[in-house]
């Protein structure tokens, strides 16, 4: 498995090597994520995004998300779930939407709060037509991915003691997979994030941090994204 994690790791940094022409952009991502707890075993995590392009006034994307987990294991989960992903489009001027089916695995460490998880996706995103046509809307097309992501959180201690506040650093690499209309190309995005948090109780936490979000388009335009990121925790 390391040496898998390796191999994805040397392609998403080759990709970053030969990239000739990236676009940077500013946005604010604001997300909330639940967790409702059934019992020892079931749970029904869920979260709410919103992403805003280039200032408070714009328009970007929101992602409502949410799945039916069960832990094999403390450290061992699976999930089936769906999503519903609308963003905004400049050229038909309205806002696209998206469908997702995922299945996940999450590994958590035993010794260190850190978390790994695998996932698929099977994406049908809606195209835009011209803007003169009588419909916002296209055809729609299909897509496979895969998304890894690992975050690890470092609790913040002051003179031997353990304190609230906590460091927190993730990253996701995020990879197209066979029958792909939405794009032909392997490297989809990477997301970074480096964030400071408090812990408000032992059930509610809050961090904010920079997030770096390098995207890779299905026509090969390069985008990079500098975020604001801010995000709320919270076991129901």
């Known amino acids: 498995m390391k040496k898998v994690l390796l191999l994805l790791a040397v392609i998403a940094l080759s990709r970053y090597a030969t990239a ?3 676009t940077h952009a500013y946005q604010h991502w604001y997300t909330y994520f639940g967790n409702v707890k059934i019992n020892q075993r079931w749970s029904v995590p869920f979260d709410i995004q919103g992403r805003i392009r280039d200032g408070i006034s714009n328009k970007g994307q929101l992602l409502m998300r949410g799945g039916l987990q069960y832990a094999i294991t403390p450290q061992h989960q699976v999930l089936l779930g769906y999503a519903f992903v609308p963003t905004y489009n400049n050229v038909s001027n309205t806002w696209l939407p998206e469908h997702r089916l995922f299945e996940q695995y999450i590994y958590k460490a035993p010794k260190i709060d850190m978390t790994h998880r695998f996932r698929l996706e099977q994406r049908w995103v809606a195209q835009p037509n011209s803007p003169d ?5 296209g055809d729609w097309k299909y897509g496979n991915r895969f998304r890894y992501f690992n975050r690890t959180q470092l609790n913040i201690r002051h003179q031997q003691q353990a304190t609230r506040f906590y460091v927190a650093l993730q990253d996701e690499i995020f990879l197209n997979l066979w029958g792909n209309d939405i794009s032909n190309l392997f490297f989809d995005q990477n997301r ?15 961090d904010i941090g920079y997030m770096n979000q390098f995207v890779q388009g299905g026509n090969g335009a390069r985008n990079m994204n500098h975020i604001l990121h801010f995000a709320v925790f919270q076991q129901l």
């Open 20 to 22: 000739q022409e990236t």
């Open 133 to 137: 046509a009588a419909h916002a809307i």
């Open 192 to 206: 970074f994030l480096a964030a400071f948090g408090y812990k408000l109780s032992g059930s509610l936490k809050a």
